[in-house]
C-alpha cells in the first residue's frame, strides 16, 4: 500500500510568517496529489491537486504546492499565514482510484 | 454541488452491538470509501467500493464489513463494536481515474460520524 508521511504533527506560527508543510509519497509511478484542510468542526475540504503539467500548483486561499518527483515530495507552501489558517492540514495519494492520507499536522496561527 | 451524508454526527453504542453507518452521496460517483480519523493517525482507510456491490478492503479492514447495494449508498457495519472501535468514522466519495480528465475527481467528505462505544 501507498504511504504518505508528514513529518510535522503540529506547528505554531504567529501571523504574517510564511508556511511550508512537508508530505512525502513512497509510490514511484504517477501519482496524483492533494492537500486537504480541515477547520475545527467541519468536514474535509480540498485546498488544492495535481495531477500532470506544472509542478508548482496553486489552490484556495493563497496556498501553493510544489511536486518534485525525484523527492516524492509534494510540499504546502503560503507566503503569510492568517489566524484563519488555523486547522488541520492533510497531504493525499491517490493510487489505482484509492486516496491514502499523513497523519496530518496541525497548525495554530497566533494572532 | 457534491453532498456526501452521513446518517449521524454522533453515536454511542455498547460493545458488542452491531452498528450501522449509512453514507449517501448525491453526485453519481462510482467510487466510495471509508476511513476512521484517529489523533496522530490521520485518515486510515477501511473500505473502498468501485462499483455497485464491488469493494476493496482497506488497511485496517478487521472487524468491518460495508455493503453497497445502490451507486449512492455506501454502508459500513460493525459487526460486533468494540471499545477500540471509537473513532471519528468518515465517508467519502470520487469519480474514477479514468475520468481525470474531468474537473472535480477529488474525494468528497460527508461530515463524519463520531462513533462511541461504550
Known amino acids: 500500500a501507498q504511504s504518505v508521511s508528514q513529518h510535522n504533527h503540529h506547528v505554531i506560527l504567529s501571523e504574517a510568517a510564511s508556511l511550508e508543510l512537508g508530505c512525502n509519497y513512497s509510490?514511484?509511478?504517477?501519482?496524483?496529489l492533494f492537500w486537504y484542510v480541515q477547520y475545527p468542526g467541519q468536514h474535509l475540504q480540498l485546498l488544492l491537486k495535481y495531477f500532470s503539467g506544472d509542478p508548482l500548483v496553486k489552490g484556495i486561499k493563497g496556498f501553493e504546492a510544489e511536486f518534485i518527483k525525484s523527492k516524492f515530495s509534494f510540499n504546502l507552501r503560503k507566503p503569510s499565514v492568517q489566524w484563519s489558517d488555523t486547522a488541520e492540514y492533510f497531504c493525499a495519494v491517490n493510487n489505482f482510484n484509492k486516496f491514502y492520507f499523513g497523519s496530518g499536522t496541525k497548525l495554530n496561527v497566533k494572532p | 454541488d457534491v453532498k456526501v451524508t452521513q446518517s449521524s454526527r454522533y453515536l454511542v453504542k455498547r460493545t458488542g452491538e452491531k452498528v450501522f453507518l449509512e453514507c449517501v452521496q448525491d453526485?453519481?460517483?462510482?467510487?466510495m470509501f471509508w476511513y476512521r480519523q484517529d489523533p496522530g493517525l490521520g485518515l486510515r482507510l477501511i473500505y473502498f467500493s468501485y462499483d455497485v456491490k464491488m469493494k476493496e478492503k482497506g488497511d485496517i479492514p478487521e472487524g468491518y464489513s460495508v455493503s453497497r447495494e445502490k451507486k449512492e449508498r455506501f454502508s459500513l457495519i460493525l459487526e460486533s463494536a468494540s471499545t477500540n472501535q471509537t473513532s471519528m468514522y468518515l465517508c467519502a466519495s470520487s469519480l474514477p481515474l479514468s475520468r481525470r480528465d474531468e474537473v472535480r475527481t477529488e474525494a468528497f467528505f460527508g461530515q463524519g460520524t463520531r462513533l462511541t462505544v461504550v
Open positions: 509510490y514511484g509511478g504517477t501519482v496524483n
Open positions: 453526485m453519481d460517483h462510482e467510487n
